[in-house]
């Protein structure tokens, strides 16, 4: 679902266990993946070896296979709280619930949010919604409908231990297909490591890409034979140097897959509506 989740990625920050290690998985080639009957045509023609080993490294389908994942998030940017509470997200990224700690609450399914009093501007309530999510489904909607991928040549002196692809979308992907990433995937395990990227939210994509940043996962954890980053960081980034300086860290704790009931995904009738 990666057209209502893009709604508020779109607008991402500008300023924006056990101990048991994740298997060494060797990148396959094409030849060696045959493409799952559940996908499309078009999504099996873009997909290649590296994307391929980044879904097998992070256990896609083990992940598809369950009904929904939740979590505790902390978010501090720049030394400030930024967000804290329970997230609980399905799988295949429709639905979506945040408990925040200080009561309130944001339901998402498809594009429409709904949320209880107390939030401010609707502009940040979409963003919620959707980003934060956005962020942890990542390395399972690689190969959603719209996404196309592209060789690309690192230019940070010394590159040597990635595997980098370039992520662009077709046109009328979202709100704003020209947004593009840029994968990171470490080649001991194939397991994403950071992910740049340009926001083009009430912008050109030549301006955008004057202030690129980047998200990097790490203090992977094993859960139910998914792997699945505990710390996300985010950074400013350049093309010739990588990461450059920190800007917000997010701590996950409690992940766990789950089996909300029926109605747990549904907001109250009086919530407000964006």
């Known amino acids: 679902m990666k057209n209502a989740i893009l709604i508020a990625v779109s607008l991402l ?12 998985v060797e990148t396959p080639t094409v030849a060696e993946q045959p493409v799952e ?8 023609e873009q997909k290649n070896a ?6 097998e490294a992070h ?14 998030l902390l978010l501090m940017f720049r030394g400030k709280e930024r967000l804290k509470g329970k997230m609980t997200l399905s799988t295949d990224s429709e639905k979506g619930r945040i408990d925040f700690a200080d009561g309130k609450k944001l339901y998402y399914n498809g594009n429409e949010v709904a949320y209880s009093e107390g939030f401010g501007e ?11 999510s956005y962020f942890f489904l ?10 196309k991928w592209q060789a690309y040549e690192s230019e940070q002196s010394g590159e040597a231990k990635h595997l980098t692809q370039k992520l662009t979308f077709e046109a009328g992907t979202g709100d704003d297909p020209e947004d593009w990433y840029i994968v990171y995937a470490n080649k001991e395990n194939n397991l994403i ?3 740049a990227y340009i926001v083009t939210a009430n912008k050109t994509r030549e301006e955008a890409e004057k202030d690129p940043h980047a998200i990097s996962y790490s203090d992977y954890e094993m859960v139910d034979g998914v792997s699945m980053a505990k710390t996300w960081k985010f950074w400013g980034w350049q093309s010739d140097k990588g990461l ?14 789950v089996e909300p009931a029926a109605d747990f995904f549904e907001a109250p009738a009086d919530f407000l509506k964006k």
């Not at 609707?122 to 934060?132: G, I, L, M, S």
């Not at 990542?138 to 996404?147: A, E, H, I, N, V």
């Open 244 to 257: 450059t300086d920190q800007l917000g860290e997010a701590t996950l704790t409690n992940i766990q897959f």
């Open 122 to 132: 609707a502009k940040k309530v979409r963003f919620d919604a959707y980003t934060w």
């Open 37 to 44: 009957a559940t996908e499309t045509p078009i999504v099996a």
């Open 13 to 24: 920050l500008a300023v924006a266990c056990t101990n048991e290690k994740p298997k060494t």
């Open 59 to 72: 256990n896609k389908q083990a992940f598809l296979s369950k009904q929904a994942v939740s979590f505790d």
């Open 193 to 195: 490591d950071y992910a």
């Open 50 to 55: 590296i994307v391929r080993g980044i879904e």
């Open 138 to 147: 990542f390395p399972y909607k690689l190969s959603d409908p719209g996404t």
